[in-house]
């Protein structure tokens, strides 16, 4: 397999979690995002956007990541040039690094219905901000590692059927659950998470790294 991380524009933190999930992977800054690969000691292998958002004083080995420039004009955000870059260079596995969050929530949500739409092409997608993550969820059954009373909803981009959530403070079992429901939002694992889902298309949101109340 071959994982590339994508650094986006989002929120991002460093944690020992996803220093794993990003060793040894390959990187592609999309335009902002480089602005995160020094706070995570990587150095990216091609810069992609339209350079609208640089960030101020970079290092010189940042500014001189090879650049892949678009104009403003554009059919698609600088995070999805970025992940099409990946994917035509074999990517079969893709980290989104800063996908949640950030100045814009409109780019935050074509990350979340982008991973869901890759996901059911085949690929294996991880968002992450460091402190919480997205896996997308498809027809069939999926186990997760997370400790006892890790924070999670699944978020149901459609109309939800044949929905079971074992291993949660709240399980359900072969359950519909309406496009836009909250019925699966703030669950609490509580042993082996698995998920199984007869129809529909979802994405488990997990925050195994809970940040300090404010």
């Not at 995070?79 to 260079?89: H, T, V």
């Not at 990350?111 to 092409?121: N, W």
């Not at 027809?139 to 044949?162: C, N, Q």
């Not at 496009?179 to 007869?198: D, H, P, Q």
């Amino acid at each position: 397999m071959s994982t590339f991380t994508i650094l986006l524009g989002g929120d991002l933190i460093r944690t020992p979690l996803l220093d794993r999930q990003i060793e040894g992977t390959r990187v592609i800054a999309a335009d902002a995002g480089i602005g995160h690969a020094r706070m995570l000691g990587v150095m990216p292998e091609l810069w992609v956007g339209d350079f609208d958002s640089v960030p101020a004083d970079l290092p010189d080995d940042l500014a001189a990541v090879p650049r892949q420039v678009f104009p403003p004009e554009k059919d698609q955000t600088d995070g999805e040039l970025a992940i099409s870059a990946a994917l035509e260079r074999g990517a079969t596995s893709l980290v989104l690094a800063g996908a949640f969050g950030g100045k814009r929530a409109d780019h935050a949500f074509l990350h979340l219905a982008l991973a869901v739409r890759l996901a059911e092409g085949g690929m294996d997608v991880l968002l992450t901000s460091g402190a919480q993550e997205g896996i997308p969820l498809l027809p069939g059954k999926a186990g997760f590692s997370y400790a006892d009373g890790t924070l999670f909803s699944v978020l149901g981009f459609s109309d939800l059927a044949g929905l079971s959530v074992t291993g949660a403070k709240w399980p359900l079992d072969h359950v519909e659950v309406a496009f836009g429901s909250s019925l699966t939002i703030s669950n609490e694992v509580k042993g082996r998470l698995e998920i199984a889902l007869g129809s529909g298309r979802a994405l488990l949101l997990a925050h195994p790294y809970p940040l300090p109340e404010s």
